[in-house]
């Protein structure tokens, strides 16, 4: 049974900087990607980043250049550094594993920005 284990996040100001992360239960080279996914109130649940195996990112429109997302392989550890923090990217953050056709979800991390 894989668990994905996320810590991180909270409340910060706009402008501010938080880093979510995300433990697996096993090494995370068994997933072929992973991701960070994003819901705010009333919205649908949104990509926000993803990492494959060989490090390949890509990074919804709206985070590009403020959000990095990072692998360490050691720790079976991925990381979302999210900088200059808007108002906007308030919600519950979602971390993804992915290993077809096996899917994994964490418990979620709420992320609130303030004006």
């Known amino acids: 049974q894989v668990q994905l284990v996320e810590s991180g996040g909270g409340l910060v100001q706009a402008g501010g900087s938080l880093r979510l992360s995300c433990a697996a239960s096993?090494?995370?080279?068994?997933?072929?990607?992973m991701g960070w996914y994003r819901q705010a109130p009333g919205k649908q649940r949104e990509l926000v980043a993803a990492?494959?195996?060989?490090?390949?990112?890509n990074y919804a429109y709206s985070v590009k250049g403020r959000f990095t997302i990072s692998r360490d392989n050691a720790k079976n550890t991925v990381y979302l550094q999210m900088n200059s923090l808007k108002p906007e990217d308030t919600a519950n953050y979602y971390c993804?594993?992915?290993?077809?056709?096996?899917?994994?979800w964490g418990q979620g991390r709420l992320v609130t920005v303030g004006e």
């Open positions: 990492i494959t195996s060989g490090g390949s990112t």
């Open positions: 993804n594993a992915r290993h077809p056709p096996f899917e994994y």
């Open positions: 096993g090494s995370i080279f068994n997933f072929n990607a």
